[in-house]
Structure formats: C-alpha cells, structure tokens
C-alpha cells in the first residue's frame, strides 16, 4: 500500500513539472518572430500583450488594477499574480495592454527584452 502511495506521489509531481501547450502554431503565426519563440519557451519579455503572455505562461492566479487613470488614453496598470510551488511568486505589470514590468523570485522567470 505504501508503495503504490508513493507511485502515486512520483506520477502527481511528474505531471506537475510538465508544461502543457496553451496554444497552436496557428494562433500565433502573426506574431513576430521573436515573440514567437518566447511563447514557445515559455517566456515572457517587455511590451508583450496580455494575449502574447497568456499563451506563453497560461492563466494568473490573480489579477488586479493597481492604478485607475483619470486621463482619456492613460491606460490603467494591471498586475497578473503567477504562483508556482507555493514558492516563487511572478508578478507581471501591463500598461496600455504591454508588460512593462516583471516582478519575480522565480528562478526560472528571466526578463527578455523585446
């Protein structure tokens, strides 16, 4: 019985390591180049769009609007809140539906310049 438990556990973090494809080649074929690649790798980079990022990282556990703008074509700031491992923490900041910041302890998160 506890062999078969600890199969269980093994099988369960396996399928949590893998990364799942949220997106085909066809939605994204009129990206540039560049993009294209960081959603492959699973990466994100500055003056993606939030469509761009949710391909590349899936879906927020949070999302927020951290700052309401009183101007016609300010544009709002939004953070979207990635947890992995109960661990590491991404935040991603959008203004005018670009990232323009990223917020992370996560090693595997890398700023990418576009």
């Not at 990466?43 to 609007?65: C, H, L, N, W």
């Not at 700052?67 to 016609?72: G, N, P, R, T």
Request: charged letters at 30%.
């Amino acid at each position: 019985m506890k062999k078969i438990f600890l199969i269980t556990i093994f099988f369960a973090f396996l399928l949590s390591c893998t990364q799942s494809v949220r997106y085909t080649e066809k939605e994204i074929a009129d990206f540039p180049p560049e993009i294209k690649e960081l959603i492959r790798n699973g990466k994100v980079g500055f003056g993606m769009t939030p469509e761009q990022v949710r391909y590349a990282m899936g879906s927020p556990s949070d999302i927020r609007v951290l700052e309401v703008s009183l101007e016609k074509n300010g544009g709002d700031k939004v953070q979207w809140t990635y947890k992995r491992y109960g661990v590491y923490t991404t935040r991603l900041i959008f203004k005018k539906d670009k990232l323009i910041e990223i917020i992370s302890n996560d090693p595997d998160v890398k700023k990418h310049d576009r």
